[in-house]
T-cell receptor, first 113, second 114 residues
Framework: AQSVTQLDSQVPVFEEAPVELRCNYS??????LFWYVQYPNQGLQLLLK??????LVKGINGFEAEFNKSQTSFHLRKPSVHISDTAEYFC???????????FGKGTRLSVIA | ETGVTQSPTHLIKTRGQQVTLRCSSQ?????VSWYQQALGQGPQFIFQ???????GRGNFPPRFSGLQFPNYSSELNVNALELDDSALYLC?????????????FGPGTRLTVL
């Protein structure tokens, strides 16, 4: 079975500062990896995904993530955050295309003006 | 193209009651998955429906049941509600086939059980 650990439950950061949200996963098989964002009172929106190929993945809103197989990590980064990035971020894995998503507990990013 | 929609937006029930939540899948999608997101937690997989049949289930008791209709919309039914059923219920639709197909999420239904 797959599992996901998001190492920080809350991350406060000042506007225009860089941020990294950490995610580690556990799986005995190859997986696909995802980051979702959830704004208050909304559903989940896909930020980016790693399926194969280049380990550096670029997503929407200036976010990127790097897949590190040896460390089983998929950390999310943004070089300069905005107030509008304040939201809950979820890391998730699936074993194959039609299997259910397994989510971490989420990291609340709070951007401070 | 219409995205995934869910109804109602909010719902308040009391312990022991039954509830039905509804999800309309995105146009062209034939698979619907339901997730429960408790406060402060990540979403947890309840079950998936494909071509009107349950196609995979998470660790949820039988009082959580579902349906999928010929137009691929879906219902989640929860009987004998418990306080711990209070959560945001999300549905996601996708098309099966190929190595990967993105799941598109609806805005969710927030259920409060008193």
């Amino acid at each position: 079975a797959q599992s996901v650990t998001q190492l920080d439950s809350q991350v406060p950061v000042f506007e225009e500062a860089p941020v990294e949200l950490r995610c580690n996963y556990s799986s005995s098989v190859s997986v696909y990896l995802f980051w979702y964002v959830q704004y208050p009172n909304q559903g989940l929106q896909l930020l980016l995904k790693y399926l194969s190929g280049s380990t550096l993945v670029k997503g929407i809103n200036g976010f990127e993530a790097e897949f590190n197989k040896s460390q089983t990590s998929f950390h999310l980064r943004k070089p300069s955050v905005h107030i509008s990035d304040t939201a809950e971020y979820f890391c998730a894995v699936i074993r194959s295309g039609n299997t259910p998503l397994v989510f971490g507990k989420g990291t609340r990013l709070s951007v401070i003006a | 193209e219409t995205g995934v929609t869910q109804s109602p937006t909010h719902l308040i029930k009391t312990r022991g009651q039954q509830v039905t939540l509804r999800c309309s899948s995105q146009s062209g999608h034939n698979t619907v998955s339901w997730y429960q997101q408790a406060l402060g937690q990540g979403p947890q997989f309840i079950f998936q429906y494909y071509r009107e049949e349950e196609n995979g289930r998470g660790n949820f008791p039988p009082r959580f049941s579902g349906l999928q209709f010929p137009n691929y919309s879906s219902e989640l039914n929860v009987n004998a509600l418990e306080l711990d059923d209070s959560a945001l219920y999300l549905c996601a639709s996708t098309s099966r086939g190929g190595s990967y197909n993105e799941q598109f999420f609806g805005p969710g239904t927030r259920l409060t059980v008193l």
